[in-house]
């Protein structure tokens, strides 16, 4: 793929001129005209686009919104109104970008269970998928922080609950966790200065984000598309040009998530908020049940699984640090897909036995999120402790164990054999592996 040529050719003597000195164009036509994509990509493959749809719109307006907010304890709330009653089409810009965090989170789960069923982690793309994590990892702060702006009750009370997780840290070094905390503060309470500092690192974190997609972006040109079957691209054949055949299709199914977008922006703007965000932050009520919100569930879930015992196992003064840890390695373990996978197969369509560990999975995924709405008590923490075992078993013995054992499904010979049918195949087992590059 890193070897692609540009067939572009300047058609104008200034195109000439200015191609000799900044191939702009050149790189451009290269990489997303002529660009070979393979021919059998399914519409799971157009939500890289729906994404890179999802970041601009934030940027564009989020940056809006940041010359009407004040990020102040007295203003922050107030100025969330007058954004939405009295700047011109401040309502559909707020409810744009709010329902937008929703949708980007929608994406990229969906992205990343495509990668996890197609086998996109495994070489040679292992530091394309790495950078994928390091973007949900940013994604994730950006939405912490931005969670914080509407200074509404859940805002408040889930920032004092998340960040006074680092004072688990003083179990391992007295006094640690405390202080890490009251920095983050900025005080010895969450107050406006805490919101301050947020809200400027929300603002900053987005075009550090943009500058990690050029990276994916990168990468994912040097090394190429994956694709439904896992095999490398090895005739003509195989590949279409990007532009119109890939492009054609990502606006397909960019429109159709437009029209899910549209429906939450113009019908039901709050309906993936929480009621109490609509109350004004006050430090001396506390509200009942404290959630973030629902992209954070899955996470939260973990979190909360680590009770004073975990499945019968005592746990003491260190529940606490286990949760914090469980949380935030439920996250970075994905980043180890790729070598905790044995198989030499990619595909789990061809994978008999992974295919049915990896829906279980997905289940497993939803079922925290809901988990992870509900009261930490009773069975709701019972089932979390259940779920928090699988979610981890998944990559730490499942990937490798099953990658050894499993003799997979007769892979076609190319691409083109995959789309138009043919009967020659590739012999069952590790034979079946497909060519790397």
Not at 231 to 240: A, F, G, N, T
């Amino acid at each position: 793929m890193s070897g692609h040529n540009s067939t572009y050719e300047p058609t104008s003597r200034w195109g000439k001129w200015f191609d000799e000195r900044l191939p702009i164009g050149r790189m451009m036509h290269g990489q997303f005209v002529d660009f070979p994509t393979p021919r059998n990509l399914n519409y799971l493959w157009t939500f890289g686009g729906i994404l890179t749809f999802c970041l601009i719109a934030q940027i564009v307006t989020g940056v809006i919104l940041a010359m009407h907010y004040q990020p102040s304890a007295t203003g922050a709330f107030d100025s969330i109104e007058h954004i939405r009653r009295d700047v011109n089409y401040g309502w559909m810009i707020r409810n744009f970008h709010a329902v937008g965090a929703s949708m980007f989170f929608l994406a990229v789960f969906i992205h990343i269970f495509r990668g996890l069923y197609y086998g996109s982690y495994k070489a040679p793309r292992e530091v394309l998928w790495v950078l994928g994590v390091v973007i949900m990892l940013l994604m994730m702060a950006t939405g912490f922080m931005g969670y914080t702006l509407p200074w509404g009750q859940m805002s408040f009370w889930g920032v004092t609950v998340i960040t006074n997780l680092f004072s688990a840290l003083d179990t391992i070094i007295p006094g640690l966790g405390t202080a890490i905390v009251e920095w983050l503060w900025g005080g010895f309470s969450v107050s406006g200065v805490t919101l301050n500092r947020f809200f400027s690192l929300h603002y900053l974190l987005p075009f550090v984000l943009t500058g990690v997609v050029g990276l994916h972006l990168w990468a994912l040109h040097v090394v190429g598309q994956n694709n439904p079957t896992g095999i490398d691209l090895k005739q003509p054949s195989d590949s279409v040009p990007m532009h119109p055949y890939a492009t054609s299709k990502d606006a397909v199914g960019l429109f159709a998530f437009l029209i899910i977008f549209a429906w939450f922006v113009f019908f039901v703007p709050d309906y993936l908020g929480h009621a109490d965000n609509y109350v004004e932050a006050n430090p001396l009520v506390t509200p009942p049940h404290i959630v973030p919100e629902w992209y954070f569930l899955p996470f939260y879930a973990i979190l909360r699984a680590f009770t004073s015992s975990f499945l019968g196992i005592p746990l003491g003064q260190f529940a606490k640090l286990m949760g914090v840890i469980a949380m935030f390695a439920a996250v970075l373990i994905i980043a180890f897909a790729p070598w905790l996978d044995t198989s030499r197969v990619r595909s789990a369509k061809y994978r008999p036995i992974f295919k049915w560990f990896f829906w279980l999975f997905l289940f497993t995924c939803v079922a925290l999120g809901y988990l992870g709405s509900k009261p930490a008590e009773g069975v709701y923490v019972t089932w979390a402790q259940i779920f928090t075992v699988y979610y981890f078993l998944f990559f730490l013995v499942i990937m490798p164990v099953v990658g050894l054992i499993e003799t997979p499904r007769k892979l076609p010979r190319s691409i083109t054999e995959s789309v138009l049918g043919g009967s020659s195949s590739l012999p069952e087992g590790a034979a079946a592996a497909p060519e790397k590059r």
